[in-house]
């Protein structure tokens, strides 16, 4: 009887661990997003982070922005990865972080402009972020 309950305790501590750390994992949810993705829809809870990795060819003036800013999704940062050996013109990935901080829906619409060009965007990125508690 005393074997049982050792074993018993023994599975429920482990359950409670595997729990906490699922619980850690959602609460630290990461998607990233890839250029393929545009026009699709992905699920992220409200605190996970969402990462979009667009190609630029920043020497060419163009650049992605966010147009306009989203609601729900707070951008924390961006940034520019270039590879090594990048040559004049080449491509580099433009990296934008950011962090939901509602539920509910959101259509996150990048544009890939030069930035002192009045003229429509020479492409387009939209994503819709389903966001839950």
């Given at each position: 009887m005393e074997r049982r309950a050792v074993l018993l305790h023994t599975v429920a501590a482990a359950l409670g661990a595997a729990g906490c750390q699922a619980a850690t994992q959602e609460a630290s949810q990461m998607v990233v997003v890839s250029p393929d993705?545009?026009?699709?829809?992905?699920?992220?809870?409200?605190?996970?982070?969402?990462?979009?990795?667009?190609?630029?060819?920043l020497g060419t003036g163009y650049s992605w922005a966010p147009d306009p800013s989203p609601g729900l999704l707070r951008l924390d940062g961006q940034?520019?990865?270039?590879?090594?050996?990048?040559?004049?013109?080449?491509?580099?990935?433009?990296?934008f972080d950011?962090?939901?901080?509602?539920?509910?829906?959101?259509?996150l619409l990048l544009a890939y402009r030069r930035p002192w060009e009045p003229a429509a965007p020479a492409r387009r990125f939209r994503l819709r972020v389903e966001i839950t508690p």
């Open positions: 993705q545009d026009g699709a829809t992905v699920a992220l809870r409200v605190g996970g982070q969402l990462q979009l990795r667009l190609p630029a060819q940034r520019v990865e270039s590879p090594e050996g990048l040559r004049p013109g080449g491509t580099e990935t433009q990296v950011f962090t939901a901080t509602g539920a509910g829906s959101e259509t």
